[in-house]
């Protein structure tokens, strides 16, 4: 699970990278958790939560360049 501060200090381009990353492994977690190669099934919740983190935040800056363009 990585800290929002860690999150904040991202640039939008580095978010959507993230983001991209971040949904690539919840798919690969939740393969191998019914695959049963993968033990801890709490991972896939925490990696869910990363993923909103993440869309929240580009939500944010996206506002933030929205309200500061007007």
């Given at each position: 699970?990585?800290?929002l ?12 990278k ?23 099934v ?12 993440v869309?929240?935040l580009?939500n944010e800056k ?5 309200a500061?363009?007007?």
């Amino acid at each position: 699970m990585i800290k929002l501060e860690e999150f904040r200090k991202k640039t939008k381009e580095e978010l959507k990278k993230e983001l991209l990353n971040l949904e690539k492994e919840v798919q690969k977690v939740v393969s191998n958790v019914l695959q049963k190669k993968e033990k801890n099934v709490k991972k896939v919740s925490y990696l869910r939560k990363d993923v909103a983190r993440v869309k929240t935040l580009l939500n944010e800056k996206l506002k933030e360049e929205g309200a500061s363009k007007e």
